[in-house]
């Protein structure tokens, strides 16, 4: 079975950023730009943490 996924990515200008990849292996959210790995890391660390707290609004 396959999950959805984070993968870290170097911009053309050494910024990183994530793209979180879904089941289908297509591109469901891209991050801001980190100037570090680390600070890419500590943001996909707070995407997984608060994702489930996140509530959903359907104003159209």
Do not use: H, Q, W
């Amino acid at each position: 079975m396959s999950y959805p996924k984070f993968v870290i990515r170097k911009s053309s200008n050494n910024k990183y950023y994530f793209n979180l990849y879904a089941t289908n292996f297509k591109v469901i959210a891209t991050s801001e730009m980190y100037e570090t790995k680390s600070g890419c890391k500590n943001g996909i660390e707070s995407v997984k943490e608060n994702a489930s707290k996140a509530g959903v609004d359907e104003d159209l």
